[in-house]
């Protein structure tokens, strides 16, 4: 009983453990934030300034809750504009890189910000990578007030760490990132054919084993 009981609760840590996030500051409120003016700080490609994360791409700006501009964060105080400062492309972005283990199923959930009534677009895009995986996700309707989209990516490891990017992919003077996560859903499941395999070489050994126990 002791032993059943004990085999549960390592399964459910198990499960719990793969249901956090794996992604350092996933909401962006960690780091030295210097206010440049508007409660915005504004990065070159390169930065690491927010913990976890380096900038690529364009410029990219990172902006709290008293901004000016009439947006507010997803989740926290703090949320990222894709656009930094300039109108359109080029776009950029943030990466960050988490170990994995090849063969698990992972989901990657990110929440788009976009404020077209005042800020441009539509569309509002941001491509997502994964390793070899990507997905453009858009946001295609016209929004009258700061407005946050949950995307999703799902992807299969094939690497003992993944490059996680996500960049700006169409706006005009604002694209909103907030909230990205990582979760590990486990190793892909097998398909029905081949649990059917197993079960029967299952069999097998079942009636092999029994053959030499009556001999």
């Known amino acids: 009983m002791r032993l059943t009981l004990l085999a549960i609760l390592i399964a459910l840590a198990a499960v719990d453990a793969r249901a956090s996030n794996l992604l350092t500051n996933g909401s962006f409120e960690l780091g030295t934030f210097t206010n440049q003016g508007s409660d915005t ?8 300034t927010m913990t976890g994360w380096t900038t690529v791409g364009n410029d990219v700006s990172w902006i709290g809750a008293t901004n000016p501009f009439l947006l507010s964060a997803q989740d926290g105080s703090f949320f990222l504009d ?6 359109g492309a080029p776009f950029g972005g943030v990466t960050q890189s988490v170990a994995t283990v ?14 077209t009534a005042v800020w441009g677009g539509p569309p509002v895009s ?15 309707l016209t929004h009258s007030s700061s407005t946050w989209t949950l995307e999703d990516l799902k992807f299969t490891a094939t ?22 996560s990582l979760v590990d859903n486990g190793p892909v499941p097998l398909p029905a054919a081949a649990w059917l395999l197993l079960s029967g070489l299952g069999g097998l050994a079942a009636l092999a084993r029994k053959k030499r126990a009556a001999a």
Do not use: H, R
Not at 102 to 115: E, H, K, P, R, T
Not at 126 to 138: E, M, N, P, R
Not at 167 to 178: E, K, N
């Open 41 to 48: 700080e504004t990065f070159a490609a390169g930065a690491t």
């Open 82 to 87: 894709l656009t930094g400062y300039d109108t």
């Open 102 to 115: 090849v063969g698990n199923q992972y989901d990657l959930s990110f929440y788009l910000g976009s404020y």
């Open 126 to 140: 941001i491509l997502a990578s994964a390793g070899g995986t990507s997905t453009t996700f858009t946001d295609s």
């Open 159 to 180: 690497a003992t760490a993944t490059q996680i990017t996500l960049t700006g992919a169409a706006g005009s003077q604002y694209i909103g990132l907030d909230s990205v």
